[in-house]
T-cell receptor
Framework: DTAVSQTPKYLVTQMGNDKSIKCEQN?????MYWYKQDSKKFLKIMFS???????INETVPNRFSPKSPDKAHLNLHINSLELGDSAVYFC??????????FGPGTRLTVT | QKEVEQNSGPLSVPEGAIASLNCTYS??????FFWYRQYSGKSPELIMS????GDKEDGRFTAQLNKASQYVSLLIRDSQPSDSATYLC???????????FGAGTRLFVKA
């Protein structure tokens, strides 16, 4: 029974396109996150939602827009994709202030 | 800027040896610390959490925390080739409501 799931697992697209990544957790956690892991493997937080409310919005281009329809779902929409957006995007959930549970990741390649 | 620093490695140890992974953190207010393991192409998974000064043992893993020195370590006893992975140290930023990850240390266990 998957705890944090993401779709799609792989995403290959061209510059300028718009794409979405979906995330769902069945752990009952209040907080969900989006992270970006670049080619150097550094894991950087992008957004955090607590009970559907945005609580963290790091310095991320406004081409990235998260949406949380309910506390079990956190989606990420990216407009006008650029080459530099190529990375692995991880969704995670946690009880506030505690350990995080990561989804399997979405490998985005922009050509 | 709150940071978690780790030696990127690679750290290479022979099978059966003790692997010692270290990190330091800049935010003296952090109270929660975590070690995650990330295999190549996979998502990070939590292996240890520690909240109090001293040692915490779980099987072959021991986490150590020294808040006065702002230092966290992870010892892996009887290292196995299957322990070869990148180990991410993380600290929870209470004021920022987010977890700050180090860049990770790559560990190789040679058979």
């Amino acid at each position: 029974d998957t705890a944090v799931s993401q779709t799609p697992k792989y995403l290959v697209t061209q510059m300028g396109n718009d794409k979405s990544i979906k995330c769902e957790q069945n752990l009952g956690h209040d907080t969900m996150y989006w992270y970006k892991q670049d080619s150097k493997k550094f894991l950087k937080i992008m957004f955090s939602y607590n009970n559907k409310e945005l609580i963290i919005n790091e310095t991320v281009p406004n081409r990235f827009s998260p949406k949380s329809p309910d506390k079990a779902h956190l989606n990420l929409h990216i407009n006008s994709l650029e080459l530099g957006d190529s990375a692995v995007y991880f969704c995670a959930s946690s009880p506030q202030g505690s350990e995080q549970y990561f989804g399997p990741g979405t490998r985005l390649t922009v050509t | 800027q709150k940071e978690v620093e780790q030696n990127s490695g690679p750290l290479s140890v022979p099978e059966g040896a003790i692997a010692s992974l270290n990190c330091t953190y800049s935010d003296r207010g952090s109270q929660s610390f975590f070690w995650y393991r990330q295999y190549s192409g996979k998502s990070p998974e939590l292996i240890m959490s520690i909240y109090s000064n001293g040692d915490k043992e779980d099987g072959r893993f021991t986490a150590q925390l020294n808040k006065a020195s702002q230092y966290v370590s992870l010892l892996i006893r009887d290292s196995q080739p299957s322990d070869s992975a990148t180990y991410l140290c993380a600290a929870y930023d209470t004021g920022g409501f987010k977890t700050i990850f180090g860049a990770g240390t790559r560990l190789f266990v040679k058979a």
